[in-house]
């Protein structure tokens, strides 16, 4: 099912070459389709890096603000099939739309995401490809580099709980909850980012399965190295954090 959005007049939708383009005036003034265009970017020396992983998300900065870019792209066997193409199935079911109204939706109700800017469709045939554009949290680093740098204090992992409980109070479910998806930042600040599938439900199992998926990538992520990096006890602390709830955090 696809879900149907409220959302402020700050938000313009705009028809562009091949497909349409949707930003929030409030947080970039002068947006054009050449945004969503990595080399736009690199030919000016305004992309200052690249995000490690599948390599399809550029840093840029315009007007002294940092921004993210990221294009959409499939992982494992299915890229085999088709890197980045995703079939037509109405606007709002695109990945940059979904998750372009979702962050909205969440930056409005106070929580920490990165702060969606824009989102791009381009339609090919029975198909598109799709691009989204986050304000940079500068100053963070994954949970997932955190553990390989050291260790990880017993507040933060507190802190992921609390905030990883205040998405689920919310009833987000993210589809894809790894060490590689929470930043963190200065003074024990917890993000989440990559909302892509993500979904708002009622309260279900799904929680749980969030949760077990994160406890998988610690493993993974920690698995070569040093012993101790993600303990039991660091679990226990997450766990403990979710489920004394944001409150807990005064
Ligand atoms: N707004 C942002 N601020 C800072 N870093 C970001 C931001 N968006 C993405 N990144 C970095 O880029 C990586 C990949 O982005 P993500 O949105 O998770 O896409 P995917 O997992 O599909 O590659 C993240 O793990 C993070 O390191
Ligand atoms: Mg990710």
Partial sequence: MTRTWTSGSEVKRVAVAGGTMLYDASRV???????????????????????????????FVDSGREYALRHYRRGGLAARLSADRYLWRGELATRPFAE???????AHAGLPVAPPVAARYLRHGPFYRGD???ERLVGTMSLAAALAEGGVPILTWIGIGRCLRRFHDLGVCHA?????????GAE???HVIDFDRATLRRPGLWRDANLVRLRRSLDKVTDELPAGRASEADWHSLLAGYREGPQGAA
Avoid: M
Wanted: proline share 4%.
């Fill in 29 to 59: 003034g002068n947006l054009r389709a050449g945004w969503f265009d990595p080399g736009y970017w690199r030919k000016q020396g305004a992309a200052t890096g690249e995000a490690p992983g599948r390599g399809s998300t550029l840093f």
């Fill in 100 to 106: 372009w109204h979702l962050t909205y939706h969440l």
């Fill in 132 to 134: 989204l554009i986050t």
């Fill in 176 to 184: 894809d909850l790894n060490a590689h998806n929470i930043l963190l």
């Fill in 188 to 190: 024990g600040a917890v």
